[in-house]
Structure formats: C-alpha cells, structure tokens
C-alpha cells in the first residue's frame, strides 16, 4: 500500500483537517501500546525525522509522511505497518471520533490550545526517544472531557469573581443612592413582596432590568433653593420594563411578567414653627408660591404648586397604598427629630402600567361615529363636486361637504349691514384669553429654575395675563347686543318672532360642536398619549365628563361646581344660554315701556354690581389671579361668582342697551367735542379696567379683600365701556385707526372660528401638559406663551371641528327652520338688512331681509368664545 492510502485511510475527507496532527499523536500512542517490534522500529527511526521536522507541528503539516517515508518506498516492513494501523487506528478514531463529538462545544474556543498541549509533548517525547514517556503524557492531557470539565471549572470561577466584582460595584452605587421598597408596608400583598423580593435580588447582582427600574425613579437634584424640588424620573425607561419568570416560585403565577409600573407621588411640607430662617428657606423652596395650594385642593383644573411631585418606578405588583406608605415611612425617617413633617398621598389613577386593553364599547362606539362623519363629509364632497356643474344641486347632501363649509370659513365676504368692529374686538380679546389660559397650564409643567421663573413673574406687567376674568365679559356683552340688535330690528319691522324657532335654532348652533368635543375628550384623545400627569389633566376630566356630560348639554353644568364639571372651560356656555334664554324679556319691556324698561334693567345691572361686590367681600373672592392666590380661592370665585349668571348679568344687559342704542340713534350725529369726550371716558375706562389691578401682581402683594371687590364689581364694566364705545361710533360712520383695525375683514375667519378655538384650546393645552415626560428650562414669558405647535394644533381642530359639526348642523338648520318673510307694507329707516354678525351670533332669523345665494352667508360660529 502506498503513503497515498495510508493518509487516505488514516485521514479521511469528512474528517476535520484542524486535528490532524492530533491524530498523529494518537498514531504514535497505539504504536507503543502495540509493542510490537516492527511498530517500534519504524517509530524508533521516525523520530530522528520528527526531531526537525519540515513544518511546524502546530500546523497542518504531513507529520505522517515523515514518519512513514523512512525506511523507503515499497518496503516490506511498511506494508506491514500499514496494514496493522488500517485495523487498530480504525477503531481507535472511532473512539476519538465520539469523544470529539460530546466535547465540539467545549473544545471548540480552545482548540488551538488544546492542539499546541498535545503536540508539544509529541514533539519533545519524539526528540528524546522516549515513546514511553510520551504514552505518560499523552494519558494525562488528552482526554477531552477532562479538558472541558477544567475548562468549566475556570468558567465558573471567573463568573464568581464576576459576581463579587458586581456586587461590591452595586453596594458602593445603592450606598449613595438607595432603592425604593413599596413592600415596607405591613399589609402589602404577597405579590408585591414577591417581586421587590426579586427586584432587590436582580438589583444586588446588577441585572440591567432592575438597573433601569432603579434609574427610572426621580432623584435628588441639585437647584432645590431654586424650585428644582419636582422629580419626574425616567416616565418612559420604567414603563418599558418588563420581565418574565418561568419558574413562578415568589408566589406568582408562572410565565407572570413583572413590569415597571409608574407612580406620581404627592407631599407637602408642614412647618413645626414660626421660623424666620425656616421660612425663607421653604419660601426659596417652592418658588415664593404664585400659586398656593392646599394638600386636599383638586388639581385637574388648576396647578397645586406648593405640592412636590415625585416620580418612582416600582414593581406592578404593588399597589398605590404600598407606594404611599413606602414614601410617607422614607420621609418620615429622614426628617426625625427635626419636627417637619410631610402630608403624603398617591392617588391610584396616578399609578400607570404598560398594559394594553381592548377597547370599551363606548370608546368603540365613539371612533365610530367620528369614522361615519368623516365618511359622510368625503361622501358630500364628492357629491358637491361631481353635481357642480348641475344647475341645482340637492342642499341636503352638500350639507357636509368639505368644499363647500371651506369656502364658506375662509370667505371674507360681509353684508352691509354687519357690525364689523365686532370681528376685532372678539379677535383680541380671544387671543388675550388664550394668552391666559396658556400662562395658567404652564404652571402644570416642571422646572428646574422655578424660583427665577416666579421672580421674573412677579412683576405689574403680568396683569395681561392675570386679568382673564376680563377677557370673558366682552363675549357676554356681545352676545346681548346682537340678539337685541337683531329682535329690535324685527320689532321696528313688525316682523313676528317666533321664540321656539328662536330656541332650537340656538340649540342646533352650539350642541353639535359641544356634543362633538365632549365625546373626543370623554373616549378617544384619553387613548391619544400617556405621560406623568396623562391622567391627572386627562384622564381625570374624562372620567368627570362619564358621569356628568348630561349636565353640559342641558346648559346647566354651571351651578355644580368646578371641581365635578366636565370640561370646566365650558361653563360660560351655560351662562350665555341661560342669559338668552330670558333675554327676550328684556327686550319685549324695553320694547313696550322704553322708559320704565331702561330704569328697570339699570336697576338690574346695579343690584348685580352691588352682588359682586358683596359676595367678593363676605367670601374672600378674587376674580383677579393675584400673586399668591389660594386655590380654594380660586375655586370658590368661579363657584359663587363667575359662573353664577346673575353676577354675570351687568355686562349683558349692557350688551342689550347697546343693541337697542345702535337701532334707535342709527346714524346721530356727534360733535368733534362730544367725540373727544367720548374717547377720553373710554381710555380712563380701559386703563383703569386693565392697569388699575397690577399692583396685585406684584411678588410681595398681599390679599385685600377690598381691592379685590372693587375690581370685581367695576373692572367688567369699566372694559366693556371701552368696547361699546367703539362699537358704536364705528358703527355709526365715526372712523379712525384703532376702529379701521378692528373692523379688518380678515377678523371675520376668526369669528368664524371662534366657537371652535373657545372649545379646542383646553384640550390641546392639557394633551401637552400630560405628554410633559422632563424637566425644561423656563427662559422667558415670551418663548412659553408663544408656542408655535401649540397655535398651530388649535387652527386645525377649530377647522376640523368647524366644517365637520358647525357649518354642516347650520346648513341642515336652514333647511329645517324656514324664516318668514317680512311684510312689504311696511318701511323703515332701519337697515334692510340687521348685522350679519347678529344672525351670525345670536342664531336670529334674518336671511330673508336680505336673500343670498351663499347658504353660510349669515351663518357664523357661537360668538361667545371663552
């Protein structure tokens, strides 16, 4: 047999050819084993060849060609060899072959060692000629699983050193910087102590999960004496922790993941003593209190800023109470014989777990109905644009069609009978309330710097946004001018007014819309985000609108109270619709006895006057947002004062003097002096009305009741004396530059609008403050109230709500309402037709004093945007 087939057959193809050389060694080991004389002969005269050999034996080299080409080519002695070794080594690899299998795993890292091992040996064996010595050796080193297990036994000692290493790291990082434990309550459940049981575990071994839940959880910062003391943590880190166990041994069910559940904590300081130093560092601490809030006060409307909110991640198997508990225990440790003390609480709605639901049938049911108005206004504007070129086309379906109800939003096209300073004076005073309503929800948010924010705050010039109280009046004083305005104009035609007409044609107005946002916010935008406060300032006001939407839609939510009204920003609706509603009362007596109806609501407006004043003054009110006001305050004006319509009632019936003064004295001539007369009363009453309050914005400003009355009782009027005056030198042909701006026709898109912004402004506002995940930077008054997204999210629901529920319910009213026609007998030197903005506003009947082929065309949105 030739070297060729002894290396075929001892080498075979399938065999690896990294382990070759070792099974030359294996070769070499049968051969001594044999002992035979032959095999030692010819291993006897190979090892003056392996001694220096042609390769390196730690390669693939062809170590058995030189051990086999010794005694020549052909020789007897050789086939003799070979055909022992095609017997023996056969059986022999199949054994190797086995062992090889059972260890690839462990050998596999090593080989490269593990070949040098047994060839070094070879080699020196060989070169001393000593096979017996190499038999010793090779006994010893070869066995693979001897090898693995040595192997293992390194593994397993390094994990250890490993796990010590760790553990020393993990004691020196919870040294300065402690886990949160919710099962140091007493009666925490067993599955909560089961998984702070494995969270302290994970966490001694720094296992990356509890790692992360450790992290998520607010920390100590630095900033405290400038208001730095709210800690949101990591709301997102913790919400994404998620791990499972198999095994089910800490007493929960097996394959039970434990997740990072969130928790917002709420504690205030109380104070053991009158300490001057004490106070003036807790003053320092919660940014010299704008607002100051009380531990009990509801928050879902307005800012509880002396509270400290602090975010800690916990394992979901425990509940609000074990977290509550847990930080009231941490709290009281650290503040020990020093007699402050902590107020505690955390709500359950507070507590937030990454765990998907299916939807409720409600919400099901409300995506769906917003799905078919979608569907149904896609329908209508195909129809609308496909039946253009028509003669006529079917109004009931154009109705909601998307073309048609933009046209109509975006057209700047008045009747000549429209009041047009109205468009502007609404337009400022709506961007005035936004302005305020943003200042009020900023306060939601967490800074590190928020002591230098309320000093900067602290100052006269905030009363633009302190004064939103005033910003309301002018709506209502518009609202009662139109709707005289327009009945007077009936009455002076002998027009019949039908009052049920008068009534639904309101409701089919400002319900769709309403009914609209009331269910967007009850069932689908809670679905929208998530955030620390997600369900404080959206979820809680959903779970409100649940139980007392009724009340929003009878317009009669207005006298249940702030803290349980749905939407509390709706309330004026409930006081304009209420007002309406006895308005033609007012009007029919001013009307009939002009006389005794004009002493008769004079008289009115002073009794509400006096009303204010006296209830600012036995209750501690302030309808003005003065540095330091008490929520409970707050909460008391708005339940008392400013959304109880007969306190309201002044601005109102001024609002209908007004309309019956533009009718009777329609074009009176004024002089130059009575002019400038006119002009100066208004410019005391604006300055008085707006700047008269601002020393009460002042840091240092302390409540006076007094002060406070007097602006409750004067400034509406005083306000609403400056736009009156406007209104009716503007109307009468009287112009100049501040009446020109306001009677711009652009104005008339944002009166169209207006409805829509009053309802949308609030949600997009809340929706920002829950989604808030960090602490920001508070720079200027300028850069937090001009927030272009947020500007931008209220244009495009106000459109989106207006052409899919207000323009399209004020085509179908048209259709369903037909106005009667006024009598040809009868002639007036009143205009021919009354303000578009009166029909537009107050929902009175007045297309067919002047007929027009765009439908919308005396059809705006509700004017009295809050």
């Known amino acids: 047999m030739r070297k060729e087939h002894i290396c075929s057959a001892l080498f075979g193809a399938s065999f690896p050819a990294g382990m070759r050389c070792q099974m030359l060694a294996l070769l070499a080991l049968l051969c001594s084993c044999l002992g035979t004389r032959c095999g030692c002969w010819a291993l006897g005269g190979a090892a003056a060849a392996v001694t220096h050999p042609t390769c390196n034996l730690k390669d693939n080299c062809n170590l058995g060609e030189n051990l086999l080409t010794v005694a020549g080519d052909g020789d007897p002695v050789e086939t003799h060899i070979a055909s022992i070794f095609e017997d023996k080594v056969n059986y022999s690899l199949k054994l190797f072959a086995d062992d090889a299998n059972?260890?690839?795993?462990?050998?596999?890292?090593?080989?490269?060692?593990?070949?040098?091992?047994?060839?070094?040996?070879?080699?020196?064996?060989?070169?001393?000629?000593?096979?017996?010595?190499?038999?010793?050796?090779?006994?010893?080193?070869?066995?693979?699983?001897?090898?693995?297990?040595?192997?293992?036994?390194?593994?397993?000692?390094?994990?250890?050193?490993?796990?010590?290493?760790?553990?020393?790291?993990?004691?020196?990082?919870?040294?300065?910087?402690?886990?949160?434990?919710?099962?140091?309550?007493?009666?925490?459940?067993?599955?909560?102590?089961?998984?702070?049981?494995?969270?302290?575990q994970a966490l001694n071994n720094f296992d990356l999960w509890a790692l992360k839940m450790h992290d998520a959880s607010g920390k100590l910062n630095s900033g405290i004496l400038n208001g730095n003391i709210n800690q949101p943590g990591d709301f997102d880190q913790c919400m994404g922790i998620q791990q499972t166990f198999d095994d089910g041994t800490d007493g929960s069910p097996a394959n039970s993941p434990l997740r990072g559940q969130y928790c917002l904590a709420y504690a205030q300081p109380v104070l053991p003593h009158k300490s001057k130093r004490l106070q003036a560092f807790f003053e320092l601490l919660q940014s010299h209190g704008p607002f100051r809030s009380e531990f009990n006060d509801p928050g879902h409307r307005v800012p509880?800023?002396?509270?400290?909110?602090?975010?800690?991640?916990?394992?979901?198997?425990?509940?609000?109470?074990?977290?509550?508990?847990?930080?009231?225990?941490?709290?009281?440790?650290?503040?020990?014989?020093?007699?402050?003390?902590?107020?505690?609480?955390?709500?359950?709605?507070?507590?937030?777990?990454?765990?998907?639901?299916?939807?409720?049938?409600?919400?099901?049911?409300?995506?769906?109905?917003?799905?078919?108005?979608?569907?149904?206004?896609?329908?209508?504007?195909?129809?609308?644009?496909?039946?253009?070129?028509q003669p006529k086309q079917n109004e009931w379906c154009t109705a909601f069609s998307l073309d048609k109800n933009l046209r109509w939003l975006f057209s700047t096209n008045s009747s000549p009978g429209d009041i047009e300073a109205v468009h502007g004076i609404r337009f400022l005073n709506a961007m005035m309330l936004i302005f305020s309503h943003k200042s009020m929800a900023m306060f939601f948010n967490p800074y590190n710097n928020r002591t230098a924010m309320s000093e900067s705050l602290g100052q006269p010039w905030t009363v633009i946004g302190r004064a939103a109280s005033l910003y309301t009046d002018p709506f209502l004083l518009f609202s009662?001018?139109?709707?005289?305005?327009?009945?007077?104009?009936?009455?002076?035609?002998?027009?019949?007014?039908?009052?049920?007409?008068?009534?639904?044609?309101?409701?089919?107005?400002?319900?769709?819309?309403?009914?609209?946002?009331?269910?967007?916010?009850?069932?689908?935008?809670?679905?929208?985000?998530?955030?620390?406060?997600?369900?404080?300032?959206?979820?809680?006001?959903?779970?409100?609108?649940?139980?007392?939407?009724?009340?929003?839609?009878?317009?009669?939510?207005?006298?249940?109270?702030?803290?349980?009204?749905?939407?509390?920003?709706?309330?004026?609706?409930?006081?304009?619709?209420?007002?309406?509603?006895?308005?033609?009362?007012?009007?029919?007596?001013?009307?009939?006895?002009?006389?005794?109806?004009?002493?008769?609501?004079?008289?009115?407006?002073?009794?509400?006057?006096?009303?204010?004043?006296?209830?600012?003054?036995?209750?501690?009110?302030?309808?003005?947002?003065?540095?330091?006001?008490?929520?409970?305050?707050?909460?008391?004006?708005?339940?008392?004062?400013?959304s109880f319509p007969p306190h309201r009632s002044t601005v109102y019936i001024m609002g209908i003097l007004l309309g019956y003064a533009l009718r009777k004295y329609q074009g009176v001539q004024l002089s130059r002096l009575q002019l400038r007369l006119g002009w100066l009363a208004a410019t005391v009453c604006v300055l008085a009305s707006l700047l008269g309050p601002a020393p009460m914005g002042h840091i240092s400003y302390v409540y006076n009741s007094t002060h406070a009355a007097i602006y409750a009782a004067f400034a509406p009027i005083a306000w609403c004396l400056f736009f009156s005056w406007i209104v009716f030198v503007s109307h009468n042909g009287y112009?100049?530059?501040?009446?020109?701006?306001?009677?711009?026709?652009?104005?008339?898109?944002?009166?169209?609008?207006?409805?829509?912004?009053?309802?949308?402004?609030?949600?997009?506002?809340?929706?920002?403050?829950?989604?808030?995940?960090?602490?920001?930077?508070?720079?200027?008054?300028?850069?937090?109230?001009?927030?272009?997204?947020?500007?931008?999210?209220?244009?495009?629901?106000?459109?989106?709500?207006?052409?899919?529920?207000?323009?399209?319910?004020?085509?179908?009213?048209?259709?369903?309402?037909?106005?009667?026609?006024?009598?040809?007998?009868?002639?007036?030197?009143?205009?021919?037709?009354?303000?578009?903005?009166?029909?537009?506003?107050?929902?009175?009947?007045?297309?067919q004093e002047r007929p027009t082929t765009d439908p919308h065309s005396h059809s705006h949105p509700h004017p009295h945007a809050d």
């Open 480 to 642: 009662g001018m139109l709707t005289s305005y327009s009945l007077f104009g009936r009455l002076m035609k002998q027009q019949p007014i039908r009052l049920k007409n008068e009534y639904i044609s309101r409701l089919m107005r400002i319900v769709p819309p309403l009914a609209a946002l009331i269910l967007f916010c009850t069932y689908v935008l809670p679905l929208w985000g998530s955030g620390p406060q997600w369900n404080l300032v959206v979820g809680h006001h959903a779970d409100i609108c649940k139980q007392h939407w009724w009340r929003n839609l009878l317009f009669i939510h207005n006298y249940f109270g702030f803290s349980e009204m749905c939407l509390t920003h709706t309330h004026h609706l409930g006081i304009d619709t209420e007002l309406f509603a006895v308005a033609p009362l007012f009007i029919f007596v001013l009307w009939r006895w002009p006389r005794r109806g004009l002493l008769a609501l004079l008289f009115l407006c002073t009794i509400g006057t006096a009303a204010r004043y006296y209830t600012t003054i036995v209750n501690q009110l302030s309808n003005y947002i003065y540095f330091g006001t008490n929520i409970q305050r707050l909460f008391r004006t708005a339940d008392y004062m400013y």
């Open 304 to 389: 509880r800023y002396s509270l400290v909110n602090w975010g800690i991640c916990v394992p979901s198997g425990c509940t609000h109470r074990d977290v509550e508990y847990s930080v009231a225990e941490y709290l009281r440790n650290q503040t020990t014989a020093t007699g402050i003390t902590f107020q505690v609480r955390v709500e359950p709605k507070m507590c937030q777990v990454r765990d998907p639901q299916p939807w409720d049938r409600n919400t099901t049911w409300a995506v769906r109905f917003f799905v078919l108005v979608l569907c149904v206004a896609v329908l209508s504007t195909v129809y609308d644009r496909s039946t253009k070129t």
């Open 735 to 847: 112009k100049n530059k501040l009446t020109r701006l306001f009677s711009w026709r652009g104005f008339q898109v944002s009166t169209k609008l207006s409805y829509a912004i009053y309802l949308t402004q609030f949600p997009v506002f809340f929706f920002n403050v829950g989604r808030r995940r960090h602490i920001h930077h508070y720079y200027n008054f300028v850069s937090i109230i001009l927030d272009t997204n947020e500007f931008i999210s209220i244009f495009l629901a106000s459109v989106a709500l207006t052409v899919l529920f207000d323009a399209p319910f004020q085509n179908l009213k048209k259709l369903l309402i037909k106005r009667p026609s006024s009598s040809p007998a009868i002639k007036s030197k009143a205009p021919a037709t009354t303000s578009s903005t009166a029909s537009q506003l107050t929902d009175t009947p007045q297309s």
């Open 102 to 200: 059972a260890a690839t795993t462990t050998t596999t890292s090593s080989n490269s060692a593990t070949t040098t091992t047994v060839l070094d040996v070879l080699h020196d064996a060989l070169a001393a000629g000593n096979l017996s010595e190499l038999h010793h050796h090779a006994i010893s080193n070869y066995t693979l699983r001897q090898l693995s297990d040595r192997r293992e036994e390194e593994q397993d000692q390094v994990e250890e050193e490993e796990r010590v290493y760790l553990y020393n790291i993990g004691q020196r990082f919870l040294a300065f910087s402690q886990p949160f434990d919710a099962a140091r309550n007493p009666n925490a459940s067993p599955l909560c102590r089961a998984h702070m049981r494995r969270y302290m």
